[in-house]
């Protein structure tokens, strides 16, 4: 099982990117994906989450507007597009998958983690 997230970086506030987790290695159809995120001194927090079998999606309030969570089940990965970004967004966002595809995306209650990849949102 491999989930690999993609796209971080250092970018200015107002700007964008796109996050890409592509999972690997179980059935990707079955399960539900969340992005999490953990900034310098705080506890990881759900960001976003999507159930790979009828697209139903979830996001935290601080993102609502600002970030758009879809996936790809023909190439088994989940994109997070990130607008109008924060200082305070800056985070190691991992994505995570949870069996099966009706769960919510729960801090706790995840079957498999990515590594992470750093955002840095700049003033």
């Known amino acids: 099982v491999q989930l690999l997230e993609s796209g971080g970086g250092l970018v200015q506030a107002g700007g964008s990117l796109r996050l890409s987790c592509a999972a690997s290695?179980?059935?990707?159809?079955?399960?539900?994906i969340g992005w999490f995120r953990q900034a310098p001194g705080k506890e990881r927090e759900g960001v976003s989450c999507i159930s790979s079998s009828d697209d139903i999606t979830y996001y935290a309030d601080s993102v609502k507007a600002r970030f758009t969570i879809s996936s790809d089940n023909a190439k088994t990965t989940v994109y997070l597009q990130m607008n109008s970004l924060k200082p305070e967004d800056t985070a190691v966002y991992y994505c995570?998958?949870?069996?099966?595809?009706?769960?919510?995306?729960?801090?706790?209650?995840?079957?498999?983690w990515g590594k992470g990849t750093l955002v840095t949102v700049s003033p």
């Open positions: 290695g179980f059935s990707f159809d079955d399960y539900a």
């Open positions: 995570a998958a949870v069996y099966p595809a009706q769960r919510l995306c729960l801090l706790d209650g995840m079957d498999y």
